[in-house]
Each structure stands twice: as structure tokens, then as C-alpha cells.
């Protein structure tokens, strides 16, 4: 099976542009979704598609594909966007499945 | 309001069953494909299991393949994932999650609140 890695931890200044990488094969046949996770609360979806936002994500959150890296961008980051950041794709090796990142967590000072 | 409600949860032996349910509520059900996500105590997301509209596509993670089995009922708005032989390591809090579209892919745009599993003697 595929799978998907993320760097642990990013950190970003109140303000400022953070991108959030997504790395794996199967970014080479599929986009990435990406989803933000704040602590006890369940996973909500930010971008998915070529970059697409669902309704009342911010624009601030942009997302891109090159080769097999997806990205994650936060052009502003506010202090509510700390949170952990997953990537998830379809899985290259078919059979109808899922696989995510290990997740990025993400401190805004 | 759209909503996703699991249940079924709880404390259960290694090597036994559990079975878990989400109730789906205030969008069109047999229209979208429906996944299985846990999320063990400290740790990320991994998806577990995931279903097609009507059935007839149905995947699973390496981890579960052939212990668990998920399943659908249309007609209830209801989604479920039957749990055998169950190990520690499938301790986690295991939330139902709504894909955008009506085949498995990877844009989960509703989530539940999760139910917690526990698997110890």
C-alpha cells in the first residue's frame, strides 16, 4: 500500500505565508485532500480537488501539486489556524482504498 | 442539519467482537460513499475502511483486512463496521466520515464525533 509523509511539526509567524508538504507515490496519480484537526474535535476538510475550498474555509488556504509532493498553503496565518494538518489521497495500489499523512503540527507564534 | 452520529462504542476483550453504527441525517445517504477513520490516543488519522454508494465498491486497510467488515443500509440511512478478533492495537476513537462524492476517493466533507473503542483485558 501507499504511503504519505509529512514533516511533524511547522511553525509559522502570526501573519506570515506556511506551506505544509505531502509527500508519497501516490500524489503522482491523485490529489491530496487535506484536512485540519484542532485538539478534541473531529477532522475538517480545508481542500480537496486541484484546490478546491469547501463553503466557509477560508481563502487563505490554498492548495498545490508538483510530481509527488501535494502542499498546503496559509497566505496570513492566524492564531486560530494552529491546529494538525493531515493529507489524505487515494491509494495508487487500487482496491478501492484510502491512506493518510502522519499528520503536520502546526504552531503559530 | 447534516449530521453523522456513531454509536457502539466501549470496553472489549483481545479476540473479541464489537459492532459499530453512524446514523446519517439531513443529506441524501444512498447518494455518497462513507468511510471508517480511527484515531488511537495521541496519535494521527488512518483510515480504516470505506464503501461505495450502493455497495459495490468496498476497501479496507492492510491493518483490518479480514477482521473487520463494513456495510451499509440505504434504506435506514446507516452505516456500520463489524469488528472481529479485535487486538489492542485497534484501540482508538473511530469516527464516520461522508465522501464528497458517490465512489470511494479521499474528500471526507462530514464527520461524526466519534466513538471510542477499547480493547483490554
Known amino acids: 500500500s501507499s504511503e504519505l509523509t509529512q514533516d511533524p511539526a511547522v511553525s509559522v509567524a502570526l501573519g506570515q505565508t506556511v506551506r505544509i508538504t505531502c509527500q508519497g507515490d501516490?500524489?503522482?496519480?491523485?490529489?491530496a485532500s487535506w484536512y485540519q484537526q484542532k485538539p478534541g474535535q473531529a477532522p475538517v476538510l480545508v481542500i480537496y480537488?486541484?484546490?478546491n475550498r469547501p463553503s466557509g474555509i477560508p481563502d487563505r488556504f490554498s492548495g498545490s501539486s508538483s510530481g509527488n509532493t501535494a502542499s498546503l498553503t496559509i497566505t496570513g496565518a492566524q492564531a486560530e489556524d494552529e491546529a494538525d494538518y493531515y493529507c489524505?489521497?487515494?491509494?495508487?495500489?487500487?482496491?478501492?482504498?484510502?491512506?493518510f499523512g502522519g499528520g503536520t503540527k502546526l504552531t503559530v507564534l | 442539519e447534516v449530521q453523522l452520529v456513531e454509536s457502539g462504542g466501549g470496553l472489549v476483550q483481545p479476540g473479541r467482537s464489537l459492532r459499530l453504527s453512524c446514523a446519517a441525517s439531513?443529506?441524501?445517504?444512498?447518494?455518497?460513499?462513507m468511510h471508517w477513520v480511527r484515531q488511537a490516543p495521541g496519535k494521527g488519522l488512518e483510515w480504516v475502511s470505506g464503501?461505495?454508494?450502493?455497495?459495490?465498491?468496498?476497501g479496507y486497510a492492510d491493518s483490518v483486512k479480514g477482521r473487520f467488515t463494513i456495510s451499509r443500509d440505504n434504506a435506514k440511512n446507516s452505516l456500520y463496521l463489524q469488528m472481529n478478533s479485535l487486538r489492542a492495537e485497534d484501540t482508538a476513537l473511530y469516527y464516520c466520515?461522508?465522501?464528497?462524492?458517490?465512489?470511494?476517493?479521499?474528500?471526507?466533507?462530514?464527520w461524526g464525533q466519534g466513538t471510542m473503542v477499547t480493547v483490554s483485558s
Open positions: 489524505n489521497s487515494r491509494d495508487s495500489s487500487g482496491n478501492h482504498r484510502v491512506v
Open positions: 480537488g486541484k484546490n
Open positions: 466520515a461522508k465522501d464528497k462524492g458517490s465512489m470511494v476517493s479521499d474528500a471526507f466533507d462530514i
Open positions: 464503501i461505495s454508494w450502493n455497495s459495490g465498491s468496498i
Open positions: 501516490s500524489l503522482r496519480s491523485y490529489y
Open positions: 439531513g443529506f441524501t445517504f444512498d447518494d455518497y460513499a
